[in-house]
């Protein structure tokens, strides 16, 4: 009797706690306040409008995925035979997990607001990074399920990420190789494919699609239409995992609401559930490497390739671009297309493109180019607590993205290391960040069809580099070309000497200058050969030997200059009518550069 009453007063306590957990839940998610922590000018004004524009978007894009999923003839599943008889399904299995990943890619559901879709930052106009020009005028990063929480970075390129290897350190080198995310946090170490584990990020970001749980996949999942092609492929009791009753209210909140008090798991799940459900987050992230495998996203389609083929011939500036490219300019020796570096006078390059890998013009690896830091960058604001009471950086303009550097000391803002042998090297990659792929660098919809300014076409704004600093192709051939000439001065961006231009005749000291990469900065270009690389950069874009695939749902306004009107408005000055003046600087906060073993030499 009295183990009848301890029961029934467990019970009522029990109810109550959860009660009141789906009451808190539910108060915090009903009606958050906006989070806008930034100065004026800081948002761009367009931002709701554009954010709006970019989720109708993705539902076009995701109804053709959901009928070409109904058009597809089921798979075969092969009976029972002697011999080898491995688990394929034969003849649509391949259509059938690439469809599936396009699915879950271009799904809203996946955020707790239902309002933040993985393309919401990558969309395939924009060659798979960030749709929306204005935010890569201003801000950056893009504002995850709660508006307005952002990251601290560009957006990267989807196209070709699954072609990087899992990450190593090289001994022979001295060199980390592999990985995906611009600090290689996504190593591949489990899965054994970094683009698949990268894949596994986003959802449960804070700033980003900003799920409480990596157990939510598995809920939504199980609630998504296309639940029956999940199953086709990943088996059909993947998603029969007994959720908690109050899992809808939990995956509603965004990841670092106060309500979880620091709780990385507050689905409480059986431990044999708990498996399945991270089975399940494993089978998100091989589903969407598998899309992005295909040749719905990396389909070697540029002129490049049809010129590797002998079908396209090269205009003269783009011939001279790619003698640059690979000589003088030295961007070959990082951003390897298969041949010979040629750097001296009289070098003659003998070797040839290999053509059957076509090359992915980059070296796997990681750099440190000496960028500014950019204050315009949102997450130097987001000191304060939302109404969520989460806090994106604590450390304000105290902090310092050190890239990999960050990551081997499973530092803020990163992820954890798993390997403990790597700890040692964070002093020799402060500051580096991935060599991505130049492939579709130069992508935009075909309304825009550059990413120059003052060329006397419409033109779709980007943000190159980690960080978004340089605005256009233009501006980042002249950085690798004038970094370290006399146009470098020890002043923050927004403080070039007067008589000087910011990006033209001045470039602001480096946010991190341990780890230069010392192949660029003075490389004696002239403006017109710089131009000419630019040419070349643009040959690498997909969708002109066949169109590339859904590019064609940009329906946003592409920008426009009028040289006549203002001549100010160049390649080389594109951006700068943005530029604010970074504030003072305080030190690099101690749980950034203070974490052993320590940047060598430190880091102000």
Request: proline share 10%; hydrophobic share 30%.
């Amino acid at each position: 009797m009295r183990l009848k009453k301890t029961l029934a007063v467990v019970s009522k306590v029990c109810l109550i706690v959860l009660g009141y957990a789906v009451i808190t839940y539910g108060q915090q998610n009903s009606s958050p306040v906006v989070y806008n922590p930034y100065p004026p000018g800081i948002l761009p004004s367009n931002l709701n409008s554009e954010i709006a524009r970019v989720l109708r978007e993705i539902d076009v894009i995701e109804g053709r995925a959901i009928q070409r999923w109904h058009s597809l003839p089921p798979p075969t599943r092969l009976p029972q035979r002697a011999g080898p008889n491995p688990p394929v399904l034969k003849d649509t299995g391949t259509e059938s997990i690439e469809t599936l990943g396009e699915l879950m890619l271009f799904d809203k559901n996946m955020s707790p607001a239902r309002n933040q879709a993985c393309t919401s930052c990558h969309m395939p106009y924009a060659g798979w990074s960030g749709p929306i020009p204005s935010v890569n005028l201003t801000i950056i990063a893009y504002p995850g399920t709660v508006h307005f929480r952002a990251g601290k970075r560009t957006p990267q390129r989807h196209t070709y990420a699954p072609f990087f290897p899992v990450l190593q350190y090289n001994q022979e080198q001295q060199l980390f190789f592999g990985g995906n995310f611009w600090d290689s946090r996504a190593t591949g170490y489990r899965l054994r494919n970094p683009d698949a584990e990268q894949a596994q990020g986003p959802p449960v970001d804070t700033q980003e699609m900003g799920f409480p749980d990596t157990a939510c996949v598995a809920f939504r999942l199980s609630q998504a239409v296309y639940k029956p092609l999940f199953e086709l492929m990943w088996g059909e009791d993947s998603l029969d995992i007994k959720f908690p009753p109050n899992t809808e209210e939990i995956c509603a909140t965004p990841g670092g609401a106060s309500v979880f008090g620091g709780d990385p798991q507050p689905i409480k799940l059986r431990p044999e559930e708990r498996t399945e459900a991270e089975a399940v987050y494993d089978h998100w992230g091989s589903s969407i490497d598998a899309y992005e495998q295909s040749v719905q996203v990396s389909n070697f389609t540029s002129k490049f390739d049809a010129f590797l083929k002998g079908n396209y011939t090269m205009t003269a500036d783009e011939m001279a671009g790619l003698q640059l490219f690979n000589g003088k300019g030295n961007c070959n020796s990082c951003h390897v297309d298969g041949r010979g570096t040629t750097l001296k006078a009289g070098q003659v390059d003998t070797s040839t493109t290999a053509t059957a890998n076509p090359p992915l013009f980059t070296c796997f690896g990681s750099a440190n180019e000496g960028l500014p830091l950019n204050p315009r960058d949102a997450f130097y604001y987001q000191t304060t607590p939302d109404s969520f009471g989460f806090i994106g950086n604590p450390y304000g303009f105290g902090y310092r993205d050190l890239g990999m550097g960050t990551f081997l000391r499973s530092g803020f803002g990163s992820g954890p290391n798993p390997n403990r042998n790597w700890i040692q090297f964070a002093p020799m990659v402060d500051g580096q960040f991935q060599v991505a792929t130049l492939r579709n660098v130069a992508m935009t919809p075909s309304q825009c069809p550059t990413t120059e300014a003052g060329t006397g076409k419409p033109y779709f704004q980007k943000g190159f580099f980690h960080n978004g600093y340089i605005k256009s192709l233009k501006q980042l051939v002249h950085f690798y070309n004038t970094r370290d000439t006399s146009f470098a001065y020890p002043v923050t961006s927004g403080h070039c000497p007067p008589g000087t231009i910011e990006k033209v005749t001045c470039w602001p000291m480096k946010e991190v200058p341990n780890n230069l990469d010392t192949t660029t900065g003075m490389l004696g270009l002239t403006d017109n050969e710089e131009n000419q690389i630019v040419a070349f950069l643009e040959t690498l874009t997909d969708g002109y030997t066949t169109p590339y695939p859904n590019s064609d749902t940009f329906t946003g306004a592409c920008m426009t200059c009028n040289p006549a009107t203002d001549p100010n408005c160049s390649p080389s000055r594109q951006g700068n009518g943005e530029l604010i003046p970074t504030p003072p600087l305080p030190p690099c906060a101690s749980a950034i550069c203070g974490v052993e073993p320590a940047p060598s030499p430190p880091i102000p």
